[in-house]
Nanobody, 120 residues
Framework: QVQLVESGGGLVQAGGSLRLSCVVSGRTFSTYTMGWYRQAPGKEREFVAA????????YYADSVKGRFTISRDKAKNTVYLQMNSLKPEDTAVYYC?????????????WGQGTQVTVSS
């Protein structure tokens, strides 16, 4: 069983920055595509960013392109989301996601979430 633990959320003013971290347990980190999702109050969970197993490819929602950067550190079993130029509409609970794994049947895991609040 893989566990994901997010950290780095908090309260920040519009225009500010935060860096989220997600530590993945175990030794199979490099076999998962990692992603960040968010859910604002009263809204559905939405995709924010993803990074391939090797880290060579990244994907972003249009709403965060140019402001957010996803990266991964294999040595630390950690995926990051650097968030710059934050806007009040970025306020949400941010969730880390791991998709894939070493087995023939892909697995999908979620972290517990970390709150990001952007004040205007």
């Amino acid at each position: 069983q893989v566990q994901l633990v997010e950290s780095g959320g908090g309260l920040v003013q519009a225009g500010g920055s935060l860096r989220l971290s997600c530590v993945v347990s175990g030794r199979t980190f490099s076999t998962y595509t990692m992603g960040w999702y968010r859910q604002a109050p009263g809204k559905e969970r939405e995709f924010v960013a993803a990074i391939s197993r090797s880290g060579g490819s990244t994907y972003y929602a249009d709403s965060v392109k140019g402001r957010f950067t996803i990266s991964r550190d294999k040595a630390k079993n950690t995926v990051y989301l650097q968030m710059n130029s934050l806007k009040p509409e970025d306020t949400a609970v941010y969730y880390c996601n791991a998709d894939g794994g070493p087995l023939a049947t892909p697995r999908n895991y979620w972290g517990q979430g970390t709150q990001v609040t952007v004040s205007s």
